[in-house]
């Protein structure tokens, strides 16, 4: 890969032309681009470059049974993508695109195995941000991206996360500012029924169930092995993190106490905090509101990280709304 990375900062509103033809070039020559979606940023290649697929998965040192989304900027991208839109499908495209919902497909023919980890399905989604859309459109093909983080590590919810895990690994980032979501897309599993959320997101449970009917949450042991990602530890900063109860300052305290009697540097990360006692913590409040709370997250687990924490104690949150989302990516960090 290219030993430089080049960061350009973009409109949000008004992309420049100029910035994303630069980036679809990058792209069509077979490089890696990362760019804004509403979500997190995505470390994107032409999904139909089968050599350029495999570099994501190098660059991110990623398992290669791990498959890509695909990312698209009209409707009309999906015949190229899916042997088989169902009618759900097409009530959901109608309600949630471009929006944070990602779809499982049957795969048309043509899709490189790179990008589906050999199975036979596709996930397709149309990002809701007008840099990503741009780009897409400019390169003229789908684009395929995972969140541009290394493998396991937080997402990247601002160019500069992008820059810390990639710098000199690939050709370009787009800075479009911090993310509008903050977590990853739900991914929803409509190849078998009834659909399945292999993935919560900010589109949930319920706003899904009056279009489509009952969805189920993941597919058990069965999901695991049709959503490969869930495997694998993931969104982890490098410092070990624990879960407390909603509300238990008392457990906060207790733990912050007993680590830093250990000599450890702990980092307390919660919604409700006052009480300091003598292990003084780093403290992180979060906001009470889910929807801010979600887009901070990732970008506070890596800034511990760079205070080289030891400990991160984190108290959850509800699992209503996006709160399900960002429970689903705290255990996993938390999970040795
Ligand atoms: O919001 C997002 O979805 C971001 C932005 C960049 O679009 N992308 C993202 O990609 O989170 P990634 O690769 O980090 O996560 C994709 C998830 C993984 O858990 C993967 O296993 C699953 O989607 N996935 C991809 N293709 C699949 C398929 N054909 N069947 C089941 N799961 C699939
Ligand atoms: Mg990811």
Not at 80 to 91: H, M
Not at 229 to 258: M, W
Not at 269 to 295: C, N, W
């Amino acid at each position: 890969m290219s030993s430089q990375t080049f960061v350009m900062k973009v409109s949000a509103r008004a992309p420049q032309k100029r910035l994303i033809l630069t980036a679809a070039e990058a792209l069509r020559r077979g490089g890696l681009v990362a760019f804004p979606t509403e979500t997190v940023y995505g470390l994107g290649a032409d999904a139909f470059n089968a050599d350029a697929v495999r570099q994501i998965f190098v660059a991110k040192g990623r398992p290669l049974d791990n498959p890509i989304i695909v990312h698209i900027a009209s409707v009309a991208d999906l015949k190229a993508l899916a042997s088989n839109v169902p009618e759900v499908a097409g009530k959901l495209i109608e309600r949630f695109w471009p929006g944070p919902l990602t779809l499982i497909l049957k795969k048309a023919p043509g899709v490189p195995d790179d990008v589906t980890g050999g199975l036979d399905t596709v996930a397709v989604r149309m990002p809701q941000n007008k840099i990503a859309l741009a780009l897409i459109k400019a390169l003229g093909h789908p684009i395929a991206a995972p969140s541009a983080n290394l493998s396991g590590r937080p997402s990247g919810t601002t160019a500069r996360h992008v820059l810390q895990d990639f710098a000199g690994k690939i050709d370009m980032i787009l800075d479009g500012g911090p993310v509008a979501v903050g977590v990853e897309s739900t991914v929803l599993d409509l190849s078998r029924k009834p659909p399945a959320i292999l993935r919560p997101g900010a589109i949930t449970q319920e706003d899904l169930e009056p279009l489509v009917g009952r969805v189920v949450m993941g597919r058990g042991a069965e999901g695991k092995k049709r959503s490969p990602g869930t495997r694998y530890r993931h969104y982890s900063p490098r410092a070990r993190v624990t879960l407390v109860e909603l509300g238990d300052e008392k457990a906060i305290a207790e733990l912050a106490k007993q680590y830093a009697a250990a000599g450890k540097k702990v980092a307390v990360v919660a919604r409700h905090f006052t009480s300091s006692g003598q292990a003084r913590p780093i403290v992180r409040i979060m906001p009470q509101e889910l929807e801010e709370y979600a887009r901070q997250i990732f970008a506070v687990l890596r800034e511990l990280d760079e205070l080289a924490v030891d400990e991160i104690i984190v108290e959850k949150t509800e699992e209503k709304g996006i709160g399900v989302a960002i429970m689903d990516r705290l255990k996993r960090a938390a999970a040795r």
